[in-house]
């Protein structure tokens, strides 16, 4: 069904506030009464724009309001749609956060065998690391420093933890020194304190066109504005970046230079080499996001290497080893050490001293390299099963890579193959979830291997998928509407 603007034209009287909230808000309010229903496309934003006798941008500035709030989903060149009833976020305390990024409620299979298959987040896959788990926990029991793990702790880290944040970084062939590093919850935490030390409230952010969605939601607590880098199969481009730095006032760029989130391309050693020069040149600071480093066995070295006075390294052991330990290590210029653990402090105030003892005794002792190894043999075992299931079609999954990041063949829509991937029960992010800036995002989809509890579940929900390619017709959709 299609809603028209002669149709659906809001009165916006009823609400208060900017006009772009006040039709977010009508929205709202006209799918909870039953106005609106799953799969309507609302009017282009030009007609609704003329409808209301308000401005285009504003329009769009609504459209894009109900998206963070998860009531609607689209892409340039086909429409906007009203989403599934159970991906809104109606309460008026969604309205400034994004909501295609995380979801409170992913299914969890082991207690519901019947849910629908989750290929949506990036978790590494496989129950590694439990029975470890135990044993440090029994061991710590009978530690008697124990206590003073209940103690409030620097985040600057104890001599323990900070050598255990050397040792992880040496893997990856950079330098660590105890007055460099900071131990905050996470990487996503990492990036959120350096970003806030390093970055002028309202300042901009350059990075990756299709960017990690957690980094868009740490810019808008921070009220930072992201500048989008043109890509190719390489990572960022040089000349584009030359040409975003070249305009001035960009305050710092993020970049995920091995298999970057979400199209898994890795930057050559020759392409770092090319955008450090451009770095140094411009003294831009440069904050690497290297949460995948350790998972091929042969990446380049890091970025910022290349960048000791101007480079911040943030890792973690979330796709490593755990992700529920939450621990994470931010290398940084010694001299910006405080300005990032006054970003801790002011976030998380510290890195949880349990998790982190835990964290930092498997580094030392070995564990969390034999446990990296197991997620590494596990990771390959699921990428060999997914390559035979979608041989044949055109996607990205290097080694060491996590997912799918699968390029739709033509006539399909990235949202419209998401909806059919939903009512197949399986759930999937489209690329609009990823894209910065206004230009048309690709028509692809990432495909998660990790969140399947078991390979059987996997294998059936990329079967799921290559049956929709295969056998459903994208354009009995639109002579349908």
């Known amino acids: 069904m ?32 039953g106005v609106l229903k799953p799969g309507d496309r609302l009017p282009p934003q030009r007609e609704l724009a003329w409808q209301l006798k308000v401005t285009v941008g504003t329009v769009t500035r609504a459209y894009q309001e109900a998206e963070r709030r998860g009531l609607v989903g689209g892409e340039v060149g086909r429409g906007t749609f009203v989403r599934p009833m159970r991906d809104h976020s109606l309460g008026s305390k969604s309205t400034s956060m994004p909501t295609d990024w995380y979801s409170l409620d992913a299914p969890d299979e082991e207690d519901d065998p019947d849910a629908p298959i989750n290929m949506q987040f990036n978790f590494p896959p496989g129950d590694v690391g439990t029975e470890d788990l135990r044993r440090a926990m029994m061991t710590l029991s009978q530690d008697p420093r124990l206590g003073q793990l209940l103690w409030y702790q620097a985040p ?54 299709l960017v990690y969605p957690g980094l868009r939601a740490i810019a808008r607590l921070l009220g930072l504005e992201l500048v989008p880098i043109d890509i190719d199969g390489e990572g960022i481009m040089p000349d584009a970046l030359r040409q975003v730095l070249a305009t001035g006032g960009i305050d710092a760029v993020y970049t995920v230079p091995t298999l970057q989130n979400p199209t898994n391309v890795t930057q050559s050693e020759e392409r770092r080499d090319a955008l450090a020069a451009i770095f140094r040149e411009f003294d831009v600071p440069v904050v690497e996001d290297d949460l995948f480093g ?13 960048l000791p006075d101007i480079g911040y390294y943030v890792t973690s052991l979330s796709k490593s080893v755990a992700p529920g330990l939450r621990v994470g290590f931010i290398r940084g210029p010694a001299r910006s050490r405080d300005q990032i653990a006054a970003g801790v402090r002011g976030s998380t105030w510290m890195a949880s001293p349990l998790t982190t003892e835990i964290a930092s005794r498997w580094i030392l002792d070995g564990t969390g390299e034999r446990i990296l190894m197991e997620r590494r043999r596990i990771d390959e075992m699921r990428r060999e099963k997914a390559q035979m299931i979608l041989e044949g079609l055109d996607f990205d999954m290097p080694p ?37 800036g206004r230009e048309r995002p690709p028509f692809a989809v990432r495909v998660c291997l990790g969140p399947p509890r078991t390979e059987e579940r996997m294998v059936q929900g990329l079967h799921s998928l290559r049956h929709i390619l295969d056998k459903h017709d994208p354009m009995q959709d639109q002579a349908a509407m």
Request: hydrophobic share 45%; charged share 20%; net charge negative.
């Open 2 to 33: 299609t809603i028209h603007a002669d149709i659906w034209a809001p009165d916006l009287s009823r609400f208060e506030g900017p006009k772009y909230r006040a039709i977010a808000d009508a929205v709202s309010a006209d799918i909870r009464d």
């Open 156 to 209: 600057t880290g104890n001599p323990l933890h900070l050598q255990a944040a050397e040792t992880w970084m040496a893997k990856r062939g950079l330098s660590a020194p105890p007055d460099t590093v900071v131990i905050s919850s996470g990487a996503h935490n990492g990036i959120l304190a350096t970003l806030a030390a390093i970055c002028r409230s309202g300042g901009r952010v350059a990075t990756e066109r």
């Open 294 to 306: 350790l998972l091929p066995e042969d990446a380049p070295t890091p970025l910022t290497a290349r």
């Open 400 to 436: 060491g890579s996590l997912h799918a990041w699968l390029h739709l063949p033509d006539p399909w829509h990235a949202s419209q193959f998401v909806n059919h991937a939903r009512e197949e029960g399986v759930i999937l992010s489209a690329a609009h979830a990823f894209s910065i």
